[in-house]
């Protein structure tokens, strides 16, 4: 069983909309988790990094956390073109390697 | 802060060259260094792990022998691809961490074409 678990999309969402995203994990002591943004043919960018159960706004991204349930979502508010990409949870951190889900491609029609 | 870079970012060689990618950490001390591999339309994929000053830690299925990762200062990490082939072609991407950090910041990757 995959540790970290994602839709792999495509997510289409019209430009102005909320994207949601999910992704859920098997590891109950996981800690720490992480937003990345993948651009095609570019590396990983971090987005957001969360490690309470609640919500993390950073201007048109908020993460969600539920420990309990075991998942973490990552809500885009008026999505626009340039947030077309894929996006990929993950979770580990210290001197751990990062788990990473196999990512969800969002698409923002213009 | 927290700036990656990686050089080269592309490399195009012959089969059976050896290839060294370096890693280094621009603005801060990178305890941890991680060395991925993306085919494309793939999921990232760990290699290994590379502590300051130790041996790094491979992952199952990588051969240490041919992917050689030195990691012998605070700024610099890299990896040398050795007797590189075909299917060594791939895109390498370093991610690293500091002691102020618990993210891991990732480098712009070193796109490798064997030819």
């Known amino acids: 069983q995959k540790e970290v678990e994602q839709n792999s999309g495509p997510l289409s969402v019209p430009e102005g909309a909320i994207a949601s995203l999910n992704c859920t994990y098997s590891?109950?002591?996981?800690?720490?988790f992480f937003w990345y943004r993948q651009y095609s043919g570019k590396s990983p960018e971090l987005i957001m990094s969360?490690?309470?159960?609640g919500d993390k706004e950073d201007g048109r991204f908020t993460a969600q956390l539920n420990k309990a349930s075991q998942y973490v979502s990552l809500l885009i508010r008026d999505s626009q073109p340039s947030d077309s990409a894929t996006y990929l949870c993950?979770?580990?951190?210290?001197?751990?390697?990062?788990?990473f889900g196999s990512g969800t491609r969002l698409q923002v029609q213009p | 802060g927290a700036v990656v870079s990686q050089h080269p970012s592309w490399v195009i060689c012959k089969s059976g060259t050896s290839v060294k990618i370096e890693c280094r950490s621009l603005?801060?001390?990178?305890?941890?260094m991680f060395w991925y591999r993306q085919f494309p339309k793939q999921s990232l994929m760990l290699m290994a792990t590379?502590?300051?000053?130790?041996?790094?830690?491979?992952e199952q299925g990588v051969e240490k022998d041919k992917f050689l990762i030195n990691h012998a200062s605070l700024t610099l990490s890299t990896l040398t691809v050795t007797s590189a082939h075909p299917e060594d072609s791939s895109f390498y991407i370093c991610?690293?961490?500091?002691?102020?950090?618990?993210?891991?910041?990732f480098g712009p990757g070193t796109r490798l074409t064997v030819l």
């Open positions: 590891d109950r002591g996981s800690q720490s």
């Open positions: 993950a979770t580990g951190g210290g001197r751990r390697a990062l788990t």
């Open positions: 590379s502590n300051e000053g130790s041996k790094a830690t491979y």
């Open positions: 969360i490690y309470s159960n």
């Open positions: 603005d801060f001390q990178a305890t941890t």
């Open positions: 991610s690293a961490r500091g002691t102020d950090y618990n993210e891991q910041f």
